[in-house]
């Protein structure tokens, strides 16, 4: 069998380093490895309509940032397949049909659905395209015959439904879908990176972003602010690493080679930790190291974007191609599903010679 990756963001914003450290740089390596036969990289507007209804031109200008996020970070539209979710609306017909086979209870019990219900406030009105996106992730995963699904440990309950759909139609019908395997980072601190604020998720609206296309300036701004140890007053005190976020982001991104380059003094991040842990070094020492270590990694990606975004009609071409040959997938198994459901009428010659020979034998 073929392995197939299907992913995707959102597009209600720019990507940042979170995506990039736990999902963009991976994907670039899977796409590069030769071990993948297709590479399906979605930029879901349709998902975050379900939340943004009341403002689509938020969801529509992020269209080409996250599109142009995609190409800086290395994707490569001859290697992946790049297209928008809304213009394939087979995935919409394979979501009615999926909608059979899931109980609103089950929905429920989704702990993925319930926090998000929870971040949202959505608790006394749920949205329904919001409150069955599960279903809809299934019909994007299963669309494409994915095998794989790079994702975060907090969208495991995700896959999970989306297997269980599989298993279900393929039950009921025929053995059409192929149940996907979740692919999750393998460095821990990549799971979820935090704001620079310490909070556990980085958004736009709390300003603790670093986004991949932010300035040098803006980037060292942001580092230059990141929540430490609070304990942690004088250089002579013992430091902490857990809940410290310069360390978070250090074990995301830093490399033993960084050290040669920007602190010699050392050989790798454990013994930085070690000197940190025992007292004696200070957090700005530990914040510039950090701040060499992510511009170095993201000036290459501003570079990039510099060159995409002075054809932004050919982003927009790219995009229309890649949705064109992904329709073309989704097509070809809705055709599949609706063999198997029987609900093919008119290209099932067996069903047809069938009502001929049954009237004819009445007549």
């Keep these: 069998m073929d392995k197939i990756i299907l992913t995707g963001d959102r597009p209600t914003g720019r990507l940042h380093v979170g995506h990039y450290v736990g999902s ?3 994907r670039v390596e899977l796409q590069n490895s030769g071990e993948y036969s297709k590479i399906f990289i979605m930029v879901a507007d349709a998902q975050a309509l379900t939340d943004n209804f009341e403002n689509p031109d938020k969801v529509r200008q992020n269209i080409v940032e996250v599109a142009l996020d995609y ?6 539209p001859a290697k992946s397949t790049l297209f928008i979710q809304s213009q394939i609306p087979e995935l919409t017909e394979l979501s009615f049909y999926y909608m059979n086979l899931v109980t609103v209870s089950r929905l429920q019990r989704n702990p993925t659905v319930k926090n ?3 971040m949202r406030n959505f608790e006394a009105s749920i949205p329904v395209g919001f409150f069955t996106y599960p279903i809809s992730q299934a019909s994007d995963i299963t669309a494409f015959k994915a095998t794989t699904v790079p994702v975060g440990e907090d969208q495991l309950p995700m896959i999970e439904q989306a297997r269980e759909i599989v298993h279900k139609f393929n039950s009921v019908y025929a053995p059409v879908l192929v149940e996907p395997q979740a692919l999750i980072p393998r460095n821990a601190a990549c799971l979820r990176l935090p704001g620079v604020d310490g909070k556990a998720k980085m958004s736009k609206s709390l300003g603790n972003c670093i986004y991949l296309a932010d300035s040098p300036e803006d980037v060292k701004k942001q580092v ?11 250089v002579s005190d013992p430091g902490h690493l857990e809940g410290n976020t310069v360390f978070t982001y250090l074990d995301a991104f830093c490399r033993d080679e960084h050290f040669e380059r920007y602190l010699p003094e050392y050989t790798c991040l454990q013994e930085l930790k070690d000197h940190y842990t025992r007292g004696g070094l200070g957090d700005m020492k530990v914040k510039k190291l950090l701040n060499n270590v992510i511009q170095e990694e993201l000036e290459p990606i501003r570079q990039r974007r510099r060159e995409y975004e002075k054809d932004i009609p050919e982003i927009y071409n790219i995009l229309k191609r890649g949705s064109e040959a992904a329709r073309e997938v989704a097509a070809q198994t809705l055709s599949e599903v609706k063999s198997a459901m ?16 049954k009237y004819e034998t009445e007549l």
């Design 224 to 234: 230059m602010s990141m929540y430490t140890d609070p304990l942690h007053l004088l």
């Design 342 to 357: 029987r609900i093919n009428y008119f290209e099932d010659m067996d069903l047809i010679e069938a009502q001929v020979k």
């Design 116 to 118: 998000e219900i929870q």
């Design 24 to 26: 963009l740089r991976r």
């Design 71 to 76: 190409l800086s970070c290395g994707l490569d």
